[in-house]
């Protein structure tokens, strides 16, 4: 049994966690709360390499407002958690190459709401939530790293054919005359400022 004082802060993780990825959810979905909605949610995917954009858009919403409704709730604690941080890896991702700090575009911020929310899916929601409440039988431990695992494999997924897909887009350039990547004796390889 959890004291008062944890069960407080767990309502209260949950309610800020959970409450941010709704917000985020329905931006994508409905266009709520000045979002792009998903028409333009599933056009910025696909230009960021997440494809089919649409159904990427809806995956994300989904995750995020579902995820986040549960996540307040304290319904299906792990499930809502892995949903919402495996969300978040592909998010991080994109932001990673501007480094960790959210002020440069950084991936600091969906790291922080995807390791919350696992962190979440881990301690469990506490005795103030639905969970508790049905007796935790929507909650059974194995279900916390069944869903981690699983939630992390379909990221992976998701990246590696973002991965693919941006790769074809945008494909290596050829190797000159020869194949092998180098220039034949005597001659010379334009420098890289001068061929673009």
Request: charged share 10%; aromatic share 6%.
């Amino acid at each position: 049994m959890t004291s008062n004082i944890q069960n407080a802060g767990l309502l209260t993780l949950r309610a800020g966690v959970g409450g941010v990825l709704i917000a985020h959810g329905v931006q994508k979905l409905f266009g709520w709360l000045g979002g792009p909605g998903l028409t333009g949610t599933a056009a910025a995917f696909e230009q960021m390499g997440f494809r089919p954009g649409r159904q990427s858009a809806v995956a994300a919403g989904l995750g995020e407002a579902g995820g986040g409704a549960l996540i307040v709730l304290g319904l299906f604690t792990p499930a809502a958690g892995a949903a919402a941080a495996g969300t978040m890896i592909p998010a991080a991702a994109v932001h990673a190459p501007s480094g960790f700090f959210a002020t440069g575009g950084g991936y600091e911020y969906p790291a922080l709401l995807g390791l919350s929310a696992a962190a979440l899916a881990l301690t469990g929601p506490g005795d103030w939530s639905l969970d508790a409440r049905l007796g935790h039988g929507l909650n059974p431990p194995w279900m916390v790293a069944g869903t981690l695992l699983a939630s992390a494999a379909a990221s992976a997924l998701v990246l590696q054919r973002r991965r693919k897909a941006r790769t074809a887009q945008n494909p290596a350039p050829a190797a000159p005359a020869g194949g092998n990547g180098h220039a034949p004796d005597g001659a010379t390889m334009p420098s890289p400022e001068t061929t673009q």
